[in-house]
């Protein structure tokens, strides 16, 4: 009776473990299912390619920074200057493309975002500060010198040589949604793929173990801040590129919607563990959430709320993951 009693207990804790793993897994992929089955039930205009295509094309931008700080919440770190790194990248981009050439202001956004985002990682690991303290410093510094480029004036940049970037289309599809799947891809590549994709994995879940095993953290550390700086820069580019307009203050908040998108992609808040496509599903979630609002005339104030409740479940998750 008492080797029966145990038996049934295990096993009911195992379908616990099974239920809890599935749901960190596949969980948003399920809320976005049931989200977008009651947004076309309230709103016919919502299940159409159209717009479909239109919350792809908009959430872009934000996917692309999600897509590489996935590797640096893997690796254990937090990067709150995103927002900033796509400003300076792309009041740069456009005082390039209006006072020099639109091609070198392209190429430039993605080059200062990489910069930015290696003295980030140099900062971390040279003076041993923690990335929240870190970024966070460095986000003003970043937006005073978006500021100094710009001297606190919008640039705009009117040239069709520039504005294919944000607003092209391949058939029906945006360029943006192209490059968007294309980094993508590349992340899911890296991350999962190749040595560097261990050593990021392994940084995150145990760092001194990765030490003694040979693995060089701090470059580790210092490449995944580079992606996520370059994702930044590319997404800034695109939004220039999209609305003509160079701004100092562009991507103000960025930084909070892309590590909301990344927790609530499953990752790990505590490193070691997340995937690059969960954390583009939960851009998508809030997209569609913000969308679904918007269409039907929600007060806003609502969407914060079914976002912030969201996310503080998915955080819980996370938490409960690491506990076990």
């Known amino acids: ?27 948003v992929l399920l809320i976005i299912v049931l989200l977008m089955i009651g947004l076309s039930f309230l709103s016919p205009s919502f299940l159409t390619p159209r717009n479909l295509l239109n919350i792809l094309n908009q959430s872009a931008p934000l996917a692309l920074i999600a897509a590489a700080l996935t590797l640096v919440i893997i690796s254990g ?5 995103t927002g900033a790194i796509f400003g300076v ?13 639109p091609t070198l202001g392209m190429i430039a956004g993605p080059v200062v975002g990489v910069v930015l985002g290696v003295i980030n990682g140099l900062i971390i690991t040279g003076f041993n500060v923690h990335s ?23 640039i705009p940049v009117r040239m ?17 949604v192209i490059l968007l799947a294309i980094f993508t891809i590349i992340m899911m590549v890296l991350l999962n793929r190749t040595t560097f994709g261990r050593r990021v994995i392994a940084v995150g879940g145990n760092e001194e173990a990765a030490i003694l095993s040979g693995v060089r ?11 996520t700086g370059f994702a930044a820069g590319l ?17 103000v908040g960025m930084e909070l ?38 269409i039907l005339n929600v007060n806003p104030f609502y969407k914060d709320l079914t976002t912030g409740v969201i996310i503080v479940v998915a955080v819980a998750l996370s938490a409960g993951k690491k506990r076990r």
């Open 257 to 294: 919607e892309a590590i909301a998108a990344v927790i609530l992609g499953g990752t790990s808040i505590y490193g070691g563990a997340g995937a690059v496509w969960r954390s583009i599903a939960g851009v998508l979630l809030l997209a569609l959430i913000g969308n679904g609002f918007n």
């Open 160 to 176: 069709e040589e520039f504005a294919w970037l944000g607003r092209g289309r391949v058939g029906m599809v945006n360029v943006a």
């Open 235 to 251: 997404a800034g580019i695109i939004a220039v590129s999209r609305i003509s307009m160079g701004q100092p203050q562009a991507g």
């Open 77 to 81: 770190g937090f990067d709150l200057s």
């Open 132 to 154: 929240f303290l870190a970024t966070l410093a460095s986000s003003m510094v970043y937006r005073g010198i978006a500021v100094l480029i710009t001297g606190g004036a919008l």
């Open 217 to 227: 953290t701090n470059l580790v550390k210092i490449s995944a801040f580079g992606l």
């Open 1 to 27: 009776m008492a080797q029966a009693n145990i038996a049934a207990s295990t096993s009911a804790g195992l379908r616990r473990f099974a239920v809890g793993d599935f749901l960190r897994e596949y969980g």
């Open 89 to 101: 990248a792309s009041v740069t981009a456009a005082w390039l493309a209006v006072n020099v050439d």
